[in-house]
């Protein structure tokens, strides 16, 4: 386990800083060591609930915050939409025991850029620390499916808000768009388009800006909703 997770000592900058948000101190201190068994991982804080994520996340600054759903008092929806409204906000990634659509599609909106279940292997659960941390997404297969299924079935409303707002990306973004509505990694979209790593991490951010979405999976079912992606 992290000394540094409740003391405030001094931790490597360099490395992904994480803060653990569940009422239960078990899962914290399990969390922690899995977490820690990582070199590039390094646990700065705990928290119980959901003001305390916020407070410590101001204090603390963590780069990846994961985020337990049902806790007492502030919840982790709510937790993870003053998360995301901060100066300098911390990617999210909501790990529950409680596989529920509403869940799902709450903290996506709330901006979360991960939902895995609390039964998730511990390894998937490092790597989605890293991937959310790289400026990407990580969901658990069946919520993914359970989007893909959801969005299917979108509103005229909601599909002419997605098309008009990606009538304003240029070719190259919507190339970039539809492999990332597919789920494809910086790398990947690089290496398909012919571009440079950091190029795609340009094209990523004006595309974030144009669709008035707080993260790449926000982006993709914006989408999806406008028929695009899903191969």
Do not use: W
């Amino acid at each position: 386990m992290s000394g540094a997770s409740d003391t405030g000592g001094a931790v490597d900058r360099d490395s992904v800083r994480v803060l653990i948000v569940d009422d239960d101190h078990l899962v914290r201190l399990a969390l922690a060591d899995i977490l820690d068994g990582d070199s590039d991982l390094t646990v700065v804080d705990q928290a119980g609930d959901g003001e305390q994520a916020v407070e410590r996340a101001r204090a603390r600054r963590p780069d990846v915050v994961l985020m337990d759903i049902r806790m007492p008092g502030v919840d982790g929806i709510t937790a993870t939409r003053r998360l995301r409204a901060l100066p300098e906000p911390p990617q999210v990634v909501v790990l529950t025991t409680f596989d529920l659509d509403q869940y799902v599609y709450d903290a996506l909106a709330a901006g979360a850029a991960g939902f895995l279940l609390k039964d998730t292997d511990p390894g998937e659960i490092v790597r989605a620390v890293r991937i959310v941390a790289d400026g990407q997404a990580m969901l658990h297969p069946s919520a993914a499916r359970r989007l893909i299924d959801h969005y299917h079935h979108t509103t005229r409303h909601t599909t002419h808000q997605a098309r008009t707002r990606i009538d304003q990306l240029t070719p190259r973004e919507k190339d970039v768009l539809a492999l990332l509505a597919d789920g494809a990694s910086n790398a990947e979209i690089a290496t398909q388009l012919g571009m440079r790593e950091s190029t795609v991490k340009a094209h990523v951010s004006r595309i974030l800006a144009a669709l008035e979405v707080g993260n790449r999976v926000q982006a993709a079912l914006c989408a999806r909703g406008a028929g695009i992606g899903g191969s």
